[in-house]
Nanobody
Framework: QVQLVESGGGLVQPGGSLRLSCAASGSIFSIYAVGWYRQAPGKQRELVATITSGGSTYTADSVKGRFTISRDNANNTVYLQMNSLKPEDTAVYSC?????????????WGQGTQVTVSS
C-alpha cells in the first residue's frame, strides 16, 4: 500500500503563491505516476497536473503557466508550485498515486488540503 500526506494549503490573496507537498510512504516503488486534483464546492473533481516516474509532466490548460509540478525523489515528495493564484483556484487539492498491483492499476489518495484564494 501507499500512504500520501498533503500539506501546504492555506489562505492566500489573489496573485499570491503557495507550494503544496505530497509525501509518499509505503510501497513507493510501485508508483508510476502522481497527480494533483482539485475539487471546488459544487463542482466535479478536476485534474490539475501529473508527473510520471520518468519525469514527464502534464498541466491542465486552466493552470498552465501558473502551476508547476515537480518531484524530489530523495524525499519521496511531489510538489505543486502555484503562482498568480486566482479566486477560482479555491478548492480542496488532493494528490493521487497511480500504481500497478499484481498487474492491475490501483490508485491511492491523500486526505486533501484546502486552498482558499481571497482578499
Amino acid at each position: 500500500q501507499v500512504q500520501l500526506v498533503e500539506s501546504g494549503g492555506g489562505l492566500v490573496q489573489p496573485g499570491g503563491s503557495l507550494r503544496l507537498s505530497c509525501a509518499a510512504s509505503g510501497s513507493i516503488f510501485s508508483i508510476y505516476a502522481v497527480g494533483w486534483y482539485r475539487q471546488a464546492p459544487g463542482k466535479q473533481r478536476e485534474l490539475v497536473a501529473t508527473i510520471t516516474s520518468g519525469g514527464s509532466t502534464y498541466t491542465a490548460d486552466s493552470v498552465k503557466g501558473r502551476f508547476t509540478i515537480s518531484r524530489d525523489n530523495a524525499n519521496n515528495t511531489v510538489y505543486l508550485q502555484m503562482n498568480s493564484l486566482k479566486p477560482e483556484d479555491t478548492a480542496v487539492y488532493s494528490c493521487n498515486a497511480k500504481t500497478i498491483v499484481r498487474g492491475s492499476p490501483v490508485g491511492y489518495w491523500g486526505q486533501g488540503t484546502q486552498v482558499t484564494v481571497s482578499s
